[in-house]
């Protein structure tokens, strides 16, 4: 499965721009016209994971929402219209004179996604392989078998003969992943979407490189210096908008003034007003006479949060790097030397001021799709698009030229000017 992915994968790059375009404006069409089949499917798969008694937010995961299918689509189309990412010059370089040197940009090869739940993420991920020009193995989680299965059914259709259905693998069984963990001279890159012992288990079971998070604890922090009706406003979407989501505010974090203005009591009723069950640090459980909470390391996933009173925005920054997972953090406030303190100095992979962290999603940033969102340091770091599923490489361009111990050859190293495709279109170079 992996070898063929990789043998459909080069004939996918070898196509044009615009066949590759194509191919993904196909699959956004199909998936429109499938929309009933892929629904009804989906009802399958909730129904049968409510009456197993899974998770509240396991199933609100699951769920295949209103709408979601047209705004699959039009992340799709987004995607298709953006500039084609493979073989893009980043640098130019003259090495000596007639020694051209250029660094482009290239597919990885073979990508393993493994994920819980979501089936969206099957088609974000399936769009994203295929702008990019890598091959893709699947593996859902038996919660959403009908409508992981549906939805694969529907993209690998709408793959031309001369690429090949094998493109995009779908895993069906927990044993083929064993297996597949073991192919470090094959697959290039597995990104785990899911629970912290997901993330954790395929990290010891492999020698290919991992890219991923484990948790998605997200703290606002609201300063002093706030606007009280944007506070609650944004504080209510960090945790209300869809409370599952690894974006969603697991910790709120409060200014010590704000105990006695009156604003902390709004911000909390505003919370509990809309059905969210508080838990406390120690301070916080003491003033708001509310349950303390056994750890602030908490994902809560859920219409629940932590709330915590803090000294200033230096105690809230030690705070988030104690307790949190370098995932998404937000500070609310007016005064700008305290918000670029909060955003310089905050280690996360995404840093936010005055806006909701829900904004924390590859469709809203733009990216058109997101296969994930990456906690580590190396190669990609927050929102992974199409960029983190590319790597580089070195074209040289000569004239006859030989080394012979670098005599006779004088080097340049030379910056030239990067033409981007809207130039070499219409310049005709």
Same mark, same amino acid.
Request: net charge negative.
């Given at each position: ?249 697991? #910790? ?53 949060? #932590? ?84 790597? #580089? ?18 080097? #340049? ?17």
């Amino acid at each position: 499965m992996a070898i063929a992915a990789r043998e459909s994968s080069r004939k996918l790059q070898a196509l044009s721009s615009e066949d590759r375009k194509k191919i993904l404006l196909d699959i956004a069409n199909a998936l429109e016209a499938n929309e009933k089949t892929i629904k009804a499917e989906n009802d399958l798969d909730v129904v049968a994971a409510q009456e197993a008694g899974y998770e509240e937010s396991l199933v609100a995961r699951l769920v295949m929402k209103p709408g979601k299918i047209s705004s699959l689509a039009a992340s799709i189309r987004q995607l298709a219209e953006m500039d084609d990412p493979i073989g893009h010059v980043l640098k130019k370089t003259q090495v000596a004179d007639g020694l051209i040197l250029e660094k482009t940009s290239s597919p990885l090869g073979v990508l393993l996604i493994v994920f819980e739940s979501r089936p969206d993420a099957l088609v974000q991920i399936a769009s994203l392989a295929i702008r990019s020009g890598n091959g893709l193995l699947l593996k859902g989680g038996k919660e959403a078998r009908r409508s992981n299965a549906i939805l694969h059914k529907v993209i690998t259709d709408a793959i031309p003969e001369t690429v090949g259905v094998k493109l995009i693998g779908l895993v069906t069984s927990r044993e083929e992943i064993s297996d597949l963990l073991k192919l470090d001279d094959v697959i290039d890159l597995v990104i785990p979407r899911g629970s912290n012992k997901l993330v954790s288990q395929i990290k010891n079971s492999t020698k290919i490189p991992v890219l991923g998070h484990a948790d998605g604890i997200c703290h606002v922090y609201v300063d002093k210096c706030c606007k009280l009706d944007m506070a609650k406003r944004l504080v209510s979407d960090a945790k209300l908008d869809y409370p599952a989501a690894c974006n969603a505010m697991e #910790t709120l974090l409060v200014h010590k003034d704000l105990e006695q203005n009156g604003v902390l009591n709004e911000l909390i009723h505003a919370l509990q007003s809309n059905g969210v069950t508080l838990y406390g640090g120690a301070r916080a459980s003491a003033k708001l006479n509310i349950p303390e909470t056994p750890s602030f390391h908490h994902e809560y996933s859920t219409k629940a949060c #932590t709330v915590e009173i803090v000294e200033d925005v230096h105690g809230a920054i030690d705070h988030i790097h104690q307790h949190g997972s370098a995932h998404t953090d937000c500070i609310v406030t007016e005064d700008s030397e305290v918000a670029e303190i909060f955003l310089r100095q905050v280690d996360s992979a995404a840093v936010f001021h005055n806006a909701s962290m829900r904004f924390s999603d590859g469709f809203r940033f733009g990216l058109g799709a997101e296969v994930g969102i990456s906690t580590s340091r190396i190669h990609a770091r927050g929102l992974v698009g199409v960029e983190g599923l590319l790597t #580089t490489r070195w074209v040289m361009r000569g004239k006859g030229q030989i080394v012979d111990g670098d005599n006779g050859v004088v080097y #340049t190293h030379k910056d030239l000017p990067v033409l981007q495709r809207t130039d070499i279109m219409e310049n005709g170079v």
